[in-house]
C-alpha cells in the first residue's frame, strides 16, 4: 500500500480537487484492492489496477455530484456549449515557465493551476495528459459529445497556459 | 515566447504535466484503511455480503430457500384443488366488499368532476395552464441563474 498510495491519492485529488474527497476514494480503493489480493499480489500490473479504480471512482463520485446539478449548470448554455470552432488563442510556450523551480515548487504550482480550471475542462485535461486516454474514452466515460471533449481540453491548455504565465510573472516578481 | 499553434501547447503542456511527481497520501490514510479493514473483519456473517457467508450456512440457506419456494408452490396447488376452495373465494368477496361501494363512489365522484370541469370555459382553463407554465419557468430560470452565478463567482474569485 505504501508503495503506491501516492499515486493512488493524487490520481483522484486531481480528478475531484478536493482532499478529503480524494482521500475517501483512496481507502474505497485499497479495501477493493484488499478484496483482491490474491490476483493483485502477484500481479506486475497491480500499480495499473489501483490507478484504474481510482480513475472510475473518481469520476463515479463527479458523475453523481454533476448529475444533481446538470439541469442548472446546463440551462443557459453557455459553460457546456458544443461544437465550437477551436478558440485561437495567444499563450505563452510553457516550455520556459519553470526555468530554476525545483519538481515541488513546480508540482504546487501546477497543481493550484489545475485547480482553477473549471471541472468541465481540468477532468479531461487529467484523462487525457495523465491517465492517458484517449478523447473517444474520455467522450463515453464522461457522457459527452467528442466535440465537447476535443474544445474543453484545448481550452484547458490554453487557460493553463495562461494562469501558468501570469503566476510566472508573479514568481519572478517575488525572486527579485 | 509565445505561440499558438495547438500541437506545441499539447505536447508542451503533456510533458509539463508527465514531470509533476506525485503528491504526498495524507499520512492518516494508511490507518484509516487499516481500521476500516479491521471494522469490516470483525462484523459477524450475517452482516456481511452473500459472499462472505460461510459455505455451510450458503448450501442450508440454499436448500432452506427451495424448500421454502417448494412449500409455497405445492400448498397453493393443493388450496385451488380442495372442495373448500368456492367457500374461501366466497368469504373472501364477502370480507371485501366495501371495494365495491368505494369503485361505485368513485365512480359517482369521478362523473361529477367531469360535468363540473366540462362547465368552466376552456379559455380559463388554457389560461391556468399557461400561468402554472410561466411561473414554473420563472422558478427555473431564478435557479439556474442563480446556482450559475454561484459557480462562477467560486470558480473566478
Given at each position: 500500500m505504501r508503495k503506491y498510495q501516492d499515486m493512488v491519492f493524487t490520481t483522484s485529488a486531481r480528478l475531484v480537487k478536493n482532499d478529503a474527497q480524494a482521500e475517501d476514494i483512496s481507502q474505497e480503493v485499497f479495501i477493493k484492492a484488499y478484496e483482491h489480493f490474491e490476483m493483485l499480489?502477484?500481479?506486475?500490473?497491480a500499480g495499473g489496477w489501483l490507478k484504474t479504480v481510482a480513475t472510475n471512482l473518481s469520476i463515479n463520485h463527479l458523475q453523481r455530484y454533476r448529475n444533481r446539478w446538470r439541469f442548472f449548470s446546463e440551462l443557459g448554455g453557455r459553460a457546456d456549449s458544443e461544437g465550437e470552432d477551436s478558440p485561437t488563442i495567444e499563450f505563452a510556450a510553457?516550455?520556459?515557465?519553470?526555468?530554476?523551480?525545483d519538481a515541488d515548487e513546480r508540482r504546487v504550482w501546477v497543481e493550484e493551476a489545475l485547480a482553477q480550471l473549471p471541472e468541465h475542462q481540468r477532468v479531461p485535461l487529467v484523462l487525457y495528459h495523465f491517465e492517458d486516454i484517449s478523447y473517444d474514452e474520455i467522450a463515453s466515460r464522461l457522457g459527452v459529445s467528442l466535440a465537447k471533449v476535443k474544445t474543453d481540453i484545448l481550452r484547458a491548455r490554453a487557460a493553463l497556459a495562461k494562469i501558468l504565465s501570469r503566476g510566472g510573472e508573479s514568481l519572478e516578481a517575488l525572486s527579485h | 515566447m509565445s505561440t499558438n499553434d495547438p500541437e506545441k501547447l499539447e505536447a508542451s503542456i503533456h510533458r509539463l504535466l508527465r514531470s509533476i511527481p506525485d503528491r504526498r497520501a495524507p499520512a492518516s490514510l494508511e490507518a484509516r484503511v487499516l481500521g476500516e479493514l479491521s471494522r469490516r473483519a470483525a462484523l459477524?456473517?450475517?452482516?456481511?455480503?452473500?459472499?462472505?457467508?460461510?459455505s455451510a450456512v450458503r448450501a442450508a440457506f440454499f436448500v432452506g430457500s427451495a424448500l421454502a419456494a417448494a412449500l409455497i408452490v405445492s400448498g397453493l396447488f393443493v388450496l385451488v384443488r380442495s372442495s373448500g376452495a368456492t367457500a374461501l373465494a366466497g368469504g373472501v368477496a364477502e370480507r371485501f366488499s366495501w371495494l365495491v361501494l368505494a369503485r361505485e363512489l368513485f365512480a359517482a365522484a369521478n362523473d361529477r368532476l367531469r360535468v363540473l370541469i366540462g362547465a368552466i370555459p376552456s379559455l380559463w382553463i388554457y389560461g391556468a395552464v399557461g400561468t402554472v407554465a410561466v411561473c414554473y419557468a420563472t422558478l427555473a430560470a431564478i435557479g439556474a441563474a442563480t446556482y450559475r452565478t454561484l459557480t462562477f463567482a467560486r470558480q473566478n474569485p
Open positions: 499480489s502477484t500481479s506486475p500490473a510553457p516550455d520556459t515557465f519553470f526555468e530554476g523551480v | 459477524p456473517w450475517w452482516q456481511k455480503s452473500y459472499a462472505y457467508w460461510p
